[in-house]
């Protein structure tokens, strides 16, 4: 059986020369330097209108050589009136946008279409004859709008479409063609000369129209080949005189076809075509086609302004009933939502663990056979699922390749090939990821269709080689029927059955969120409860034994003349050291619970930043002194100020010189400096210690991370605490440092 393909949505591809087929999509249809016969374009420069480009067939449209009209001002061509709608025309088209005009050039008569793209405008002429009458789109489109509005299906719409498109325009076949998911296209919908061959039903390959075509088919709303045994019009120059590139033809009615194209239409016996574009979402839905075989068919502009609108009104009504199923589908999925949002809430600490208590349900949701509920306890199936083993795969598989919140496929084995094995249950398969330490899913399976898919020519060659197996690109001359069956694959998952899931996942979040803010204020309290037990029933026992071991260690001084190690005085000693360290990990704590739970308070005063300064290093100097480190001299303006709460910077000072002190060898030094820097004060401790390896630095304001370092003493929690000192009051903390050669922690505060 001998079939033809879709005349109107076939490839344009490369205008000559060699052709590799990996670059056909990038091939540049939209600038092939040429015109179709049947109209004229210049290219105006503003805003003197003047010729800057003219095809070269000016002579027979206009009576003069595209040389003797190149650099003229549009003044001398057209005739008053004409002029004046054209320069009224400039001053309110946009971009890429066409206005039709009615001009009169040379003493000719023209339809004219003038867009503005790409620093140019473009006018492009077709010869009206004003002797003729001309129907108004009323007359045209007063019945066919009417049926198009009475539709009450898309079946019933493309119907109507066709005919109507068919009854305005005389053309041999028209036909709708829908495209799915994967860009293929089946005819759904024909209305065609008796003597024919139907195409209805038949489907169409993606690669029939390259990305690039099916972009121009999407500004485009028109696309007409009245003769496809036209000789191309070459455009004189051949490049932009501006810009020395060649013209971007992506919006011009009279754009030139690639000789591919009409090798196509040669070879299917069609000498003319015209397409509409049919629209949803911005996307191709579909393309509305028309292929004449009986000579030439030319359609006067009045008449292609009626398909279009045509075209136009169907993909708004297109549109409207998309959204009418999405919302039959919404309000059916919305009382399924409410019982799984209760049978989550039920659940333990696995949300979608519940899930499975409703499991009808949750196939309903989504027209699923099977699903999975996979946690950290393992997969609980319902309904027809792979075996478990299986499952388990899957979910390693996603985890390893997806992090997709929702991911979806109607062919699983294409995308993952071990699911082969288990294609007769799960070919089409539908996640939920819900983000955990290791994700958690809900997986819904749908089984194997094996599909008879009747296409116009082997899918497998849209293109043949030249002779010799040369790249140069040909059309296939073979249309025959091509009957496929279509295994592994399920039937495709709805938009509406997506946001189903969506909406299922933005609900488990919502509950799995939920339960983690009560887990952490639960231990928000319980700490707060150890808080206050530390605060009160250690500290003070720790208070009142610290104040006993004075008194007797006075008391025992009195009568000894000179203690001796071991004696009482000296563990009294010990006793109260002891004693004060575990009293300033206890602060340490304290304030650690305050940092985290956002009650850190601090009292702000102006202070003169050097006194501050100088008085704080007098008390910290003893300690350097002991190791024989030296702290310079302190480095501060004498009239800077800074607003800061003194008691918790000098905790900050402490713990930085004390940490300088720890790790900084005898012999060396450690400097103490401050200096105005805009609306800020900068502090700065610097040491000649050992410093700090790049791989740490990144942890060193984290809590405990002193107690993480190999062989060094104290539980980390000074940094912490500087970190949530200096951001209390509105300043930063950050540390540079050398291996070897020292390191630099630098702070900042308000400027008084």
Partial sequence: MNVGTNFSALPETPSSGAVDFPDCDREPIHTPGSIQAFGLLLVLSEPGLVVQQISANSSAFL??????????????????????ALRSATQVVRE???RPLRIIAAGRAFDGLLHRHQGVLLLELE?????????SLRDLLGCALARIEAARTIDALVEVLVQEVQRLTGFDRVMVYRFDQAGHGEVIA???RDDLEPYLGLRYPASDIPRQARRLYTINWLRIIPDSSYRPVALVPALRPDTEAPLDLSYSILRSVSPVHVEYMQNMGLSASMSVSLVHRGALWGLLS??????????????RGACEMLGRVASLQIAAMAELEERRIRDAWHGLLLGLEEAMRRAGDDVLAGLAARGPELLELVSAHGAAICTDAGCLAVGETPPPGAIEQVVAWLRETNDAPVFHTASLPQAFPDAARFADVASGLLALRLPRPRPHYVLWFRPEIVQTVDWGGDPNKPVELGAGGATRLHPRRSFALWREVVRQSSSPWRDGELEAVEELRRRALEIDLGRQVERANRAVRLRDDLVAVVSHDLRNPLGVIQMSGAVIAKSIRASETQPEEGSVTTALDRIQRSVTSMSNLIGELLDVAKIESGRFQISLQEKGVKQFLD???GVLRPLAERKRIDISPVAAP????????????FQVLSNLVGNAIKFTAQGGTISVAAEPHGKEVVFLVRDTGAGIPEEQRAWIFDRFWQARRTGQSGVGLGLFIVKGIVEAHGGRVWVDSEVGRGTTFRFTLPAA
């Fill in 190 to 192: 024909e209305a065609r």
């Fill in 615 to 617: 008085e704080s290093i």
């Fill in 63 to 84: 009576g003069s050589s595209p040389e003797e009209l190149l650099g003229c001002p549009a003044a001398r061509l057209l005739n008053g009136e004409s002029l004046a």
């Fill in 290 to 303: 028309c292929g004449h075989h009986c000579g030439p068919r030319y359609l006067p502009y009045v008449v």
């Fill in 96 to 98: 890429r946008e066409l």
């Fill in 638 to 649: 004498a009239d800077l100020r800074a607003c800061m709460d003194s008691e918790r910077i």
């Fill in 127 to 135: 010869p009206f004859d004003p002797t003729q009458p001309e129907p």
